[in-house]
């Protein structure tokens, strides 16, 4: 019987290998590009909710890239509480397969994989949707995502003025002086989602509300302004729509697909002011080039993007590969 053998890959592993802020953004590009040709095969996720009392879900994330000939699979933890024991609120585990024969390559700590593929899904998008000239910066939230959006984003646009927020003072104002270091330059903690937002060229919105909540109004959003919300709970004014002039969303089934009180966008969908006909693009067709991105200026764009598996499986194929060359990891026998 011949030997099957796989490569276990822990977070201080990935950490040895060098990878890139510009590496992962590549990496979710060039898949994005993809998903715009037909490329990959995508399945919408899937939820287990277990009975714990509401502290938290698993999302499991299907999905195959035709170019590189892998499929895989994600199950990510969403634990909103778990800052109290000091652990991150999205751990994961991505499974990676040879298509050809079924056999698992490897087993990759997916937690900084689920954040950077996040913030490089932001990156991404704002690359094509937001102004060229954008120089002010609003972001809600402090969590993992929320250090790939900031950074990633500033990589591109070099901001003049980034402004932050989050639910408690003590994680706002501990993520502003953690990026101030790391970008050099001054990051400002503030109080209010007004103050973070209003009248940002690029506003994002990656809260942890445990209850829907209009936080964030329409008159924020200002002409020429980029817009991505993708809390798991929604945070956005039902009428919000009414002021947006392009929606884009990372892939129009997934849109609708999982629990029914998950989705940034999600009351906008039941109740019917969120529909195919009212979305411009899937941002795989803006980044292939078969559906144009912004064309003005003046246009207020709404990303919304809820996570493709694909682009967890771009992030952990290039992983994979480099560890290959370094000899990174642990092997485990398989059989």
Same mark, same amino acid.
């Given at each position: 019987m011949t030997k099957v053998w796989m490569r276990y890959l822990s977070g201080a592993d990935i950490d040895s290998l060098g990878i890139t802020g510009?590496?992962?953004? &590549?990496?979710?590009?060039?898949?994005?590009?993809?998903?715009?040709?037909?490329?990959? *095969?995508?399945?919408?996720r899937t939820h287990l909710v277990p009975d714990n009392g509401g502290k938290g879900h698993f999302n499991v994330l299907r999905g195959h890239l035709s170019a590189k000939r892998v499929s895989g699979v994600k199950v990510v933890g969403d634990f909103v509480s778990n800052f109290e024991r000091g652990l991150p609120s999205e751990m994961a585990l991505i499974l990676?397969?040879?298509?050809e024969t079924g056999m698992p390559r490897a087993i990759v700590d997916g937690t900084m994989i689920t954040d950077a593929r996040t913030g490089?899904?932001?990156?991404?998008?704002?690359?094509y949707l937001a102004r060229r000239d954008a120089k002010v910066l609003g972001h809600v939230g402090a969590r993992g995502t929320a250090w790939w959006n900031v950074v990633l984003l500033d990589s591109l646009f070099d901001f003049d003025e980034i402004r932050v927020t989050s639910k408690r003072p003590e994680s706002r104002a501990d993520f502003a002086e953690r990026l101030a270091a790391r970008l050099g330059k001054p990051v400002r903690a503030c109080a209010t989602w007004e103050e973070t937002l209003d009248g940002a060229d690029i506003?994002?919105?990656?809260?942890?509300?445990?209850?829907?909540?209009?936080? #964030?109004?329409?008159?924020?959003?200002?002409? &020429?302004? #980029?817009?991505?919300?993708?809390?798991?709970? %929604?945070?956005?004014?039902?009428?919000l729509?009414? *002021?947006?002039?392009?929606?884009?969303?990372?892939?129009?089934?997934? %849109?609708?697909? &999982?629990?029914?009180?998950?989705?940034?966008?999600?009351?906008?969908?039941?109740?019917g002011l969120l529909t195919e006909e009212r979305v411009h693009a899937e941002i795989g067709d803006v980044v292939a080039g078969t559906r144009p991105g912004r064309e003005n200026d003046r246009e207020r764009v709404l990303f919304w993007h809820r996570g493709l598996s694909t682009t967890?499986?771009?992030?952990?194929?290039?992983?994979?590969?480099r560890a290959e060359q370094a000899d990174a990891g642990t092997m485990l026998p398989y059989r």
């Open positions: 510009a590496d992962i953004v &590549g990496a979710v590009e060039d898949v994005l590009a993809d998903h715009g040709t037909g490329r990959v *095969v995508f399945e919408p990676l397969l040879d298509p490089a899904m932001t990156a991404v998008g704002a690359k506003l994002v919105e990656a809260s942890r509300l445990t209850s829907p909540e209009p936080l #964030l109004r329409k008159e924020f959003v200002r002409p &020429g302004a #980029l817009l991505v919300p993708y809390g798991t709970i %929604s945070a956005l004014e039902l009428s729509l009414d *002021v947006v002039d392009k929606v884009v969303v990372d892939d129009w089934r997934e %849109s609708r697909s &999982g629990n029914p009180a998950f989705g940034a966008l999600r009351p906008q969908l039941d109740a967890d499986l771009a992030v952990a194929h290039l992983i994979l590969g």
